[in-house]
């Protein structure tokens, strides 16, 4: 930029603005490998802070449910049976299983790979998902076979005068 005032092409007069408010116009479009590394390196940082808060929040912020609700009577879930419920909220499905040998348990019915309904197997004595072959077991909710990688988060139950009650979730 040379600090010459440049005459007006139509007219022929000088122009001090011109010199007052210096425009470069080959320079505006020009983007630096600088600039462009500088601008990839903090788009890059943002995302990664996001990914930790996302994963912060979602390990640590979300909690268990504590909540009393009755399911139903014992007798509405006898041996090698499964019964279907809402716990906490209507929008949290869930699995009572009582297995073959008695046993009382309750899971997330949501499958930890893509959310599909996880269903009572009988004769593997599981719960079978679906969509994608995925087992997890009935002791523990642990996945045994398939995509899944984390277990369903259970829910704990009590039997009281031959009701059935749903007391607490896990996150
Ligand atoms: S959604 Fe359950 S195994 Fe993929």
């Not at 490998?33 to 979300?62: C, D, P, Q, Y």
């Amino acid at each position: 930029m040379t600090d010459e005032i440049k005459p007006c092409q139509s007219c022929g007069k000088k122009e001090q603005w011109r010199s007052d408010f210096p425009v470069e116009w080959e320079g505006d479009n020009y983007v630096s490998r600088r600039e462009m590394v500088k601008f990839l390196t903090l788009g890059s940082m943002v995302m990664v802070a996001a990914n930790w808060i996302m994963a912060f929040s979602s390990r640590f912020l979300r909690r268990g449910s504590k909540k009393v609700q009755l399911l139903g009577s014992s007798s509405d879930l006898p041996a090698n049976s499964y019964m279907l419920f809402r716990y906490p909220t209507a929008q949290d499905p869930c699995i009572a299983v009582r297995t073959a040998d008695g046993k009382l348990v309750a899971y997330s019915q949501v499958c930890t790979h893509l959310s599909c309904a996880v269903v009572y197997n009988k004769s593997e004595n599981d719960l079978f998902c679906p969509c994608h072959n995925g087992r997890f077991s009935l002791d523990q909710g642990a996945p045994i076979s398939g995509p899944p990688t984390r277990a369903l988060p259970r829910v704990t139950l009590e039997e009281r005068n031959g009701r059935i009650y749903a007391t607490e979730r896990e996150a």
